[in-house]
């Protein structure tokens, strides 16, 4: 385990250590401080405590990639060259992942479950026939070569993109088009609560606590209002300095944004 990183027993472990038997989560369970720390790491790991995994995935025989069991949001997705380098695919939301519900042969609708929802096939091929325009009319150039570059009319696209992507939530995976390549790598931020042992950064390690502590009382009608408030206010106050810290910025950070020039591509 890396040195900046303490797992979410070493902090549950500390944090009852320090309680004492007159204090208002004495008689909690440890049960209940694992999932209020596990919520905890799941609510900073959204913003300030984002945790970047790249991960190598096979592509299906019907062109797309299934989600990582701890996926929250996409990075980035491409394929790896020669060269050890990244080569990102291009966003296209118009990628169709349709379903239709499925029939038995005599067309009726199947509910395989008999929970009131029909079952649903793949469905994602095309439409028979012939659009407005026929196949060899061309109201858009497309990858032309101009000037040793290659684009589109100005406004309607383009680029180096090796291939094109477009996120399916609604059946847990990653619709690929033009990618030839037998595995694409993907950067996503990932839910740290889900994983086998959970982690968090020593910087952040006093905001998870108080923020134990804070949801531990939060709805105790017990407890005044007053320390109610107090534990609130501690915690966004770790929660700020944990984020000030990992977020520091130094001088040669700070040199090195100076003195990079600033790049503009041409439009045509």
């Known amino acids: 385990m890396a040195r900046n990183l303490v797992t979410i027993d070493q902090v549950i472990n500390d944090f009852v250590l320090t309680l004492d038997s007159d204090d208002y989560v004495s008689n909690v369970s440890d049960v209940v401080i694992r999932n209020f720390a596990l919520r905890g790491i799941r609510e900073m790991g959204f913003d300030m405590l984002k945790r970047v995994r790249s991960l190598k995935l096979s592509v299906a025989s019907n062109d797309t990639v299934a989600l990582p069991d701890d ?43 008999g929970d009131g ?51 399916n939530l609604d059946q847990n995976r990653i619709e690929l088009s033009g990618v030839t390549e ?4 993907i950067e996503y931020i990932a839910d740290e609560a889900r994983s086998v042992d959970p982690t968090i950064q020593v910087e952040a390690e006093e905001a998870l606590r108080m ?58």
Not at 182 to 185: C, I, L
């Open 117 to 167: 929802v029909y079952d649903r096939v793949e469905s994602k091929t095309g439409a028979t026939g012939t659009g407005i325009f026929g196949d060899d009319d061309y109201v858009v150039f497309s990858n032309y070569i101009y000037q040793n570059n290659v684009g589109q009319i100005y406004g309607l696209g383009g680029g180096f993109y090796e291939g094109q992507y477009r996120l």
């Open 211 to 268: 923020y134990i502590y804070y949801k531990l009382i939060e709805r105790k009608s017990s407890v005044p209002m007053g320390e109610k408030a107090r534990a609130r206010q501690e915690y966004y106050n770790e929660r700020r300095k944990a984020n000030a810290r990992l977020k520091a910025f130094s001088a040669e950070e700070a040199l090195k944004t100076i003195r990079k020039n600033f790049k503009q591509s041409p439009k045509y």
């Open 182 to 185: 037998d595995e694409v790598v």
């Open 71 to 113: 996926f929250v949001s996409l990075v980035k997705i491409g394929v790896v060259k020669e060269d050890g380098l990244v080569y990102v695919f291009g966003e296209n939301k118009n990628i169709n992942y349709s379903q239709k519900y499925d029939a038995d042969a005599a067309g009726n609708f199947i509910d395989s479950d």
